[in-house]
């Protein structure tokens, strides 16, 4: 990577809203601590607004503009790959928000960059996605109680067919590569169950939003997910 690719990617890091240590800095981009070190300090004369010091971690002042995107070839390739899965494998409005990233990404692209944007070197076929029009549209209303935290309605039949009504709080839409899931807390089962979206007959959301209840919440049902693997 290129100095001036890493302190990039060091302002970018920093942005986030975490203190991050040296250490820390100098395991994702693969440098010595030593190095970090120096790029900080070459970042604050510079005029970059960097909190922190040595032993302690970094951060940047809340409010700071991080500069314009630049990519390379990977990270415009992951980026378009990304978009592609998103458009072919999401609901509408997922598909409508990827297409607005890749022209926000070719507003900034340099010209020696924007041919990647259409060359198809990597592509998600049509083909390669067998959803329906109704899993789409299902995964958009699933996706909305999510963002708005509200409990959710389900008609719902499992793998042999066996259908069943539930109320859920849905936390998180897993995406399989054939297919997508709901991670959720299951108020009939009191636990946690993920529902394929393909199988949902009916899906309504609930005008009360749910709880943010210890035990029952994203983190948990990742904990839970991890012990079982």
């Known amino acids: 990577m290129r100095p001036a690719d890493r302190?990039?990617?060091?302002?970018?890091q920093l942005g986030r809203g975490r203190v991050l240590t040296a250490q820390q800095l100098g395991e994702r981009l693969e440098v010595s601590e030593r190095t970090i070190?120096?790029?900080?300090?070459?970042?604050?004369?510079?005029?970059?607004?960097?909190?922190?010091?040595a032993g302690v971690g970094y951060r940047l002042h809340r409010g700071y503009q991080v500069p314009p995107m630049m990519f390379d070839q990977d990270e415009l390739q992951a980026l378009i790959f990304g978009a592609q899965v998103a458009k072919r494998w999401g609901d509408h409005e997922?598909?409508?928000?990827?297409?607005?990233?890749?022209d926000k990404v070719d507003a900034v692209l340099p010209?020696?960059?924007?041919?990647?944007?259409?060359?198809?070197?990597?592509?998600?076929?049509?083909?390669?996605?067998?959803?329906?029009?109704a899993t789409t549209e299902m995964?958009?209303?699933?996706?909305d109680a999510?963002?708005?935290?509200?409990?959710?309605?389900?008609?719902?039949?499992?793998?042999?067919?066996?259908?069943t009504e539930r109320i859920v709080w849905p936390l998180t839409l897993l995406y399989w590569g054939y297919s997508w899931a709901v991670?959720?807390?299951?108020?009939?089962?009191?636990?946690?169950?993920?529902?394929?979206?393909?199988?949902?007959?009916?899906?309504?959301?609930?005008?009360?939003?749910?709880?943010?209840?210890?035990?029952?919440?994203?983190?948990?049902?990742?904990n839970q997910v991890s012990d079982h693997c």
């Open 183 to 222: 991670g959720a807390w299951c108020e009939l089962r009191q636990d946690f169950r993920n529902f394929r979206v393909d199988r949902i007959a009916e899906a309504r959301t609930l005008t009360t939003q749910y709880p943010d209840e210890p035990g029952k919440r994203l983190d948990d049902y990742f």
């Open 7 to 12: 302190l990039f990617q060091i302002v970018l």
């Open 111 to 133: 010209e020696n960059l924007r041919p990647q944007l259409t060359a198809q070197t990597l592509v998600v076929p049509e083909v390669a996605s067998g959803q329906s029009e």
């Open 94 to 102: 997922m598909a409508a928000a990827a297409e607005r990233i890749l």
């Open 37 to 53: 070190y120096r790029d900080i300090q070459n970042l604050m004369e510079s005029g970059v607004p960097i909190d922190g010091e």
């Open 146 to 163: 999510i963002n708005d935290k509200r409990r959710l309605y389900l008609s719902y039949s499992d793998a042999d067919g066996v259908a």
């Open 139 to 143: 995964l958009g209303a699933v996706r």
